[in-house]
């Protein structure tokens, strides 16, 4: 059988894509934009959701494009044969060009046709949405399917549970949906194996999403104002299925990083698998996340906090592999070196990335230190042999010692850990950072009310003053906006006096005043770069952007959307300077 690479079919994809007619556009950041309910990009319509509602798309209506995602519910399953936190997800998109019966038809000319993956007919399994109260039975998919001389006994209608499709906070653009399966050719489980049925014989390779409705907090479906398709192929695991693998990390794209670990820790990666993997998956999403241009640090809350479990949890699986001395560096620099070409942000951010590691393994190595001095005090003022959750958890969360080393210290000193307790105390505390962290910096609108566009406005207006005071250098390193306030980070080296606050405030006040119309134009990226347009966030925009322009005072590339003329906007009001992190300061501003 031809063995595929991620590479192959990446390049596939997207060159069948492209003779559709649809652009290629780049994956966007890891950290979404758009969304303050989530940690991270868990799938390719993430950064697409703007678009999906309704707003113009600048590359068009047809986009195709391999999106770096971030999966962590699972996160303590992986070691196993299936699960990764980073992966990469082929897409095909229309934004309310075609619908079902060209998406399905593209799906299957890709994977049957000689030219493309070639994947024998009966090898292909499919199921479409049975329909609720909500929405209708997906008949139509049923249609087009058998229109294209699919079998019915290779065709199930199954409930909203596998076949309706909706980002996790459960609000959004969502829909219907296809799915196709690759039959392994393994005996069936039982009488009613099917696709819904998880004993491995049908693997899931590709989700076509027909994506018509939006769903409110309250659950209601309503119409969008017009249909879009959304399909989305995990890039490693469809190479996995279709070269017949048992595990996803036999594919190409960990076989430096395997040989590696096999030559420091002289161990065979068949003899420790599960140590093996974690490292191998943890490392590759500690990387890109470091990689990517949102400055995100190991930290104990929101999108550092799970930095720091990834990092900290491939050290902890290096020492199981014998592993003491430092080699982070060295398996991200595989990392880079294998992915700058596709990803060049990794290269970008390469210092960055090999700082923050180290940084990282020397804070972990003397919580160890010093988590184990603080085990022992614990266990002196212990009554009878068991460790309390809340004890476990204050180690883990006021000094970082992990669970697994309390039980591996409770075990050789006879006692016990009470887990359940542990669990519960980390589930009120995630809780409450997930709170926090909606709050907090995400970068991005909170939605689209009048009030937040002038918010947004006022961003490109305060760029435009701190870089008339403080130079060119100065960019905008993330921003969160609500309807209340804005939030916006910089860079600069210095603390603000309150001389230089008001001196920015009256500044920005000056250019409200103007009553300068904002403008919008469609250009090519270069000639944007080329007109003075600000791009503080390079690599993720596409080959044409919208460009604002404030009269003469402020330019930037964005997506806007902006206040037609700043005599809408109000009073501008610093609330707030302080540091957001090494080199960043934050401002915090109201419109009054
Ligand atoms: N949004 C769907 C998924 O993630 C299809 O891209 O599976």
Redesign the pocket.
């Given at each position: 059988m031809n063995k595929w690479t991620t590479n192959e079919l990446r390049a596939n994809y997207l060159k069948f894509f492209e003779s559709k007619n649809h652009k290629i556009i780049s994956s966007s950041s890891l950290i979404p934009e758009n969304d303050p309910s989530v940690l991270f990009t868990?799938?390719?319509?993430h950064p697409l959701v703007p678009y999906l509602l309704g707003e113009k798309h600048p590359e068009g209506k047809r986009l195709t494009d391999v999106q770096k995602c971030i999966r962590t519910s699972d996160i303590d399953e992986v070691g196993d044969s299936s699960h990764l936190t980073f992966f990469e997800?082929l897409?095909n998109w229309s934004l309310g060009d075609y619908f079902k019966e060209d998406s399905i038809k593209y799906s299957y000319e890709f994977l049957t046709s000689p030219d493309y993956l070639g994947i024998p007919k009966d090898k292909l399994y499919f199921s479409v949405f049975a329909g609720d109260d909500m929405a209708p039975k997906d008949e139509e998919s049923y249609n087009i399917w058998l229109s294209l001389g699919v079998e019915k006994d290779h065709i199930s209608f199954l409930p909203k549970e596998n076949n309706f499709?909706i980002?996790g906070s459960g609000i959004g653009p969502c829909g219907p949906?296809t799915e196709i399966f690759y039959d392994t050719g393994k005996e069936k489980c039982s009488e009613n194996c099917s696709v819904a049925c998880d004993c491995g014989k049908y693997l899931e390779i590709w989700?076509?999403?027909f994506m018509e409705y939006y769903r409110d907090e309250k659950g209601n479906l309503s119409k969008l104002s017009q249909q879009n398709v959304?399909?989305?192929m995990g890039l490693e695991r469809t190479v996995q299925v279709l070269n017949g693998y048992s595990s996803v990390y036999d594919i190409e794209e960990f076989v430096n990083i395997k040989s590696y670990l096999e030559n420091v820790s002289h161990l065979k990666y068949d003899d420790y698998k599960e140590s093996f993997r974690i490292i191998m998956d943890h490392m590759r999403a500690a990387t890109f996340i470091l990689g990517d241009d949102h400055n995100v640090k190991p930290s104990n809350v929101g999108a550092g906090y799970v930095l720091r479990r990834l990092i900290r949890r491939t050290i902890r699986h290096l020492r199981k592999l014998n592993i003491n001395e430092y080699i982070l560096g060295s398996l991200a620099s595989i990392y880079i070196e294998d992915y700058k070409s596709k990803y060049d942000e990794l290269e970008r951010n390469k210092d960055i990335i090999l700082n923050e590691l180290e940084l990282e393994y020397n804070k972990f190595s003397k919580t160890l230190k010093d988590g184990e001095r603080l085990f022992y005090k614990t266990i002196r003022s212990l009554n009878g042999k068991v460790i309390s959750g809340a004890d476990a958890f204050k180690l883990f969360d006021t000094f970082g010692f992990p669970l697994e080393m309390t039980i591996e210290l409770a075990k050789e000193n006879n006692l016990e850990v009470d887990i359940d307790g542990f669990d519960k105390c980390f589930k009120e505390h995630q809780d409450k950072s997930r709170t926090l962290d909606a709050g907090s910096y995400k970068g991005g609108l909170a939605d689209h009310s009048e009030m937040t566009i002038k918010y947004h406005t006022a961003c490109h207006l305060l760029l435009a003053a701190l870089r008339e005071f403080y130079g060119s250098d100065v960019y905008q390193k993330g921003s969160n906006i609500t309807s209340e306030r804005l939030r916006f980070d910089f860079n600069l080296d210095h603390k603000l006096t309150d001389e230089e606050k008001k001196r920015i405030e009256d500044r920005v006040n000056e250019m409200i005043k103007t009553n300068s119309d904002v403008i919008c134009e469609e250009m090519p990226y270069e000639e944007a770069v080329k007109s003075g347009a600000i791009g503080s966030f390079a690599n993720k925009y596409g080959e044409t952007v919208k460009v604002y322009s404030v009269g003469n005072l402020s330019k930037e590339i964005c997506g806007g959307p902006h206040v037609l003329n700043t005599k809408e906007m109000g009073k501008f009001k610093i609330v707030k300077e302080e540091s957001s992190s090494a080199g960043i300061r934050r401002i915090k501003a109201v419109l009054e």
């Open positions: 868990t799938a390719g319509m997800m897409g499709w980002l949906d989700n076509n999403v959304d399909t989305g």
